[in-house]
């Protein structure tokens, strides 16, 4: 199984995904490292580095097909939730209602929720079923509860099936020191350290620890068994805070206990009743504390013995860090610097130099370059050293003081100073925040254009290593992968014609063909079909009263004409993009000695290879719109129309499917024409221009006499269009 989880570089994630990777399943894993660690997953996996509510999330989902979802990633901190409310619905809340509704989106078969004891709040009656009201006393245990309600109303409502799973207080390995299953780790992290425990209360405080591996052993049967509803995940058993200091003693030497008072809201005792997972997983816990807290314990010394080289890596990383401060502290005095050195210099020429020249002032190229170099706000400053010094000049020089500022001149100069600065500071700071702008554009596209290449990339990997698993086994299933490079290209048209190959070839057959379903679903139209002479389809259908189309079409699943019903195809399957279908891939003709259920899962197995490849063909023309299309209008840019006619003629020089090319006589500028242009044409049909801007339309399996109707079409609107030259084809 192909298996998603989220938070997977967590404390509970890495376990879990460590148990799948070891019983064979393909792990991937989102997480955005806020509380995971990379390195607590050393095997081979597909990382995402993302939020959980990223809605570039769905471009994961599309390029991986997961069967199942294992939703670990929270804000899990309660004590956080209740200061900061808002982050902890962010993640617990939206971020689940993402991952939900992608799974349901992407057909995935399971969904696995990870909820916790905080959904009970204060409950007296122990042991805690899961039948008990729930009276959260947390933001977080609040949300976990409503996360819960999320999945039942996504189960009954769309289908999907989900598993939420209350966990007690977990603890075990690469526990962070957060939560109330995070005290061991805390202890421990005290013992290890010579430091004081510190204990809220009297230390008779129950709670229900339990250790990781039964935890993922849960989950693992969980998903096995498809069980759907919601289970208690505990050992049901209380062990006393003090009862942990005491386990806790024999492993290492304890240091002063010290019991502090009480925080308000704090559950005295709990514990789940976990007699109804028992008895539907047949799972039982299988760690005791003492077997648990072990091998805590021992992991923990392990991370201490490496404690010091990390400690100088950390003494090394604070080192640069604090280089890097004073650099960017240095960048931000600089130009302040540099203005008051410029002011100084040019000071010393105008005293030196151009001291005799009276109709010299210096000041102003002084103010120009710095508002051009450095923008308005060093402009300006420049200003005010240049007013100042041209006051401190007219006193030195023995004028009074007030008399200055009833003197024409040297307000002029003084305003002068001022709006130059303003001017050319204020352009030159326009155009760097338009530079800033552009180069955020710019960093955003090329962040996405990373994450969309890394999926591409990752998805090739995978395809490429199954290609050779698959091609060097016996199976000759493999003889799928020797011809699935005509699946490869991201062009609708080339994976329409090159499926009809690669059907062929896998389901030897020469009667194979496709038809595109109109977006209302009343008829479909032939994109591509077999060279057969002897293979006599339509090339459009109505199928309002065929039932067997219909519910093909509808119900997203193949049909097998078992009764062989001459009206019908053998084999009929839906291609199907985002839960609607788009095209019907038909096998009109088979040799007997192949009906067997064999060629029927065959069948299966390449319908699923030319959706997924359909689907990513689609998503790129959806991406590449504007690239691909005149802004505004249907018509194709030249690079783009080109491919498009070299795409018609393979069809019909290798499919013998004919289109026929219309050469139309207005100008583009004429927008109603091309808007009646829109209305005239088919879906399968193209408008596009050549290098010399003339337009011309494709009309997809059409011969001359088809065309002809279309073109009574046109020319009732008003349109001139005359069939092109044979020629025409290879000169555009």
């Known amino acids: 199984m192909n298996v998603l989880i989220t938070g997977g570089y967590g404390f509970i994630g890495s376990h879990v995904a460590e148990r799948f990777y070891r019983e064979g399943h393909k792990v991937s894993i989102i997480d955005n490292l806020s509380s995971g660690v990379r390195k607590n997953v050393s095997f081979k996996h597909k990382s995402y580095i993302e939020d959980i509510e990223s809605p570039r999330c769905e471009e994961i989902f599309k390029a991986n097909r997961f069967d199942i979802v ?10 956080a939730s209740t200061e900061n409310p808002v982050v902890d619905s962010k993640s617990n809340i939206v971020g689940l209602t993402n991952m939900l509704n992608l799974a349901r ?20 009656q122990l042991p805690i079923s899961e039948h008990s009201k729930s009276q959260p006393i947390s933001p977080y245990g609040m949300n976990k509860f409503i996360g819960e309600y999320y999945c039942r109303k996504w189960q009954s409502l769309y289908g999907l099936q989900t598993l939420c799973l209350r966990f007690s207080n977990v603890y075990g390995p690469r526990q962070g020191m957060t939560g109330e299953g995070g005290v061991i780790s805390t202890f421990i992290s005290n013992l290890f350290n010579y430091e004081n425990i510190n204990i809220f209360g009297n230390g008779l405080q129950t709670r229900d620890f339990i250790y990781v591996g039964d935890v993922v052993e849960a989950i693992y049967r969980g998903v096995m068994s498809e069980t759907t509803g919601t289970f208690n995940v505990s050992t049901q058993t209380e062990t006393s805070i003090n009862d942990l200091i005491e386990s806790l003693s024999r492993f290492g030497e ?162 002068g100073y001022i709006l130059i600065a303003l001017l050319i500071g204020y352009v030159i700071d326009r155009k760097n925040h338009r530079a800033e702008v552009a180069e955020e554009d710019l960093l955003s596209l090329e962040e996405k254009y990373t994450f969309l290449n890394n999926i591409y990339l990752e998805t090739r990997a995978v395809k490429e290593e199954l290609h050779e698993k698959i091609l060097h086994s016996e199976d000759s299933i493999g003889k799928i ?82 009764r062989l019903d001459p009206a019908l195809p053998i084999m009929m399957a839906p291609i199907v993009k985002e839960g609607k279908t788009i095209a019907l891939v038909n096998i009109d003709g088979v040799e007997f000695e192949h009906l067997s259920l064999y060629y029927e899962n065959l069948f299966h197995v390449v319908i699923n290879l030319i959706s997924s490849s359909l689907t990513r063909a689609y998503d790129f023309v959806s991406m590449t719109h504007q690239d691909r299309y005149i802004e505004g209008s249907i018509v194709l840019k030249t690079e783009y129309f080109k491919k498009m006619i070299e795409s018609k003629v393979y069809g019909k020089e290798k499919l013998n499917i004919p289109f026929t090319l219309l050469e139309v006589v207005e100008s583009f500028e004429d927008q109603e024409m091309v808007a009646a242009l829109s209305d005239s044409l088919r879906t399968t049909d193209y408008v596009g221009m050549d290098e010399s801007n003339r337009m011309w339309i494709v009309l997809s399996n059409a011969n001359e006499a088809d065309s002809q109707i279309v073109i009574n079409r046109m020319k009732a609107k008003g349109l001139n269009v005359h069939i092109a030259d044979k020629e025409a084809v290879y000169a555009i």
Do not use: C
């Open 481 to 562: 992968y020797n011809v699935i490079k005509r699946l490869e290209s991201l062009e609708p048209d080339d994976v329409f014609n090159g499926a009809i190959s690669v059907i062929e070839q896998i389901m030897k057959t020469n009667a194979v063909s496709i038809y595109m379903v109109n977006e209302n679903q009343q008829f479909m139209r032939l994109v591509s079909k077999s060279n057969n002479p002897n293979l006599y389809i339509s090339t459009s259908k109505q199928f309002s009263g065929n039932e067997t189309i219909l519910s093909v079409i509808k119900d997203k699943d193949a049909f097998i004409n078992r």
């Open 254 to 415: 304890m240091t002063e206990v010290e019991y502090k008072e009480s925080r308000e809201g704090d559950i005295k005792r709990s514990s789940l009743d976990n007699s109804k997972i028992k008895k539907e997983l047949d799972w039982i816990p299988k760690y005791s504390i003492h077997d648990g807290l072990k091998k805590t314990y021992e992991w923990f010394k392990e991370q201490q013995s490496s404690k010091e080289v990390q400690k100088v890596n950390i003494d090394s990383s604070q080192d640069d860090s604090k280089d890097k401060k004073m650099i960017k502290n240095l960048r931000k005095v600089l130009p302040f610097a540099e203005n008051l050195l410029l002011f100084f210099i040019m000071v010393g020429v105008d005293t030196y130099i151009f001291g005799s020249f009276t109709n010299v002032n210096i000041m102003f190229f002084y103010i120009i370059l710095i508002s051009l170099f450095f923008g308005k706000e060093q402009g300006v400053l420049a200003a005010l050293y240049s007013i100042v010094w041209h006051i401190g000049e007219k006193l030195f020089n023995g004028r009074d003081f007030v008399s200055l500022f009833v003197d024409h001149t040297v307000i002029s100069y003084m305003g």
């Open 105 to 124: 989106k992407n057909h995935v078969k399971q969904f696995v929720f990870a909820s916790s004891a905080a959904v009970y709040g204060m409950t007296e």
């Open 70 to 79: 294992i939703h670990l990633a929270a804000q899990s901190d309660v004590n």
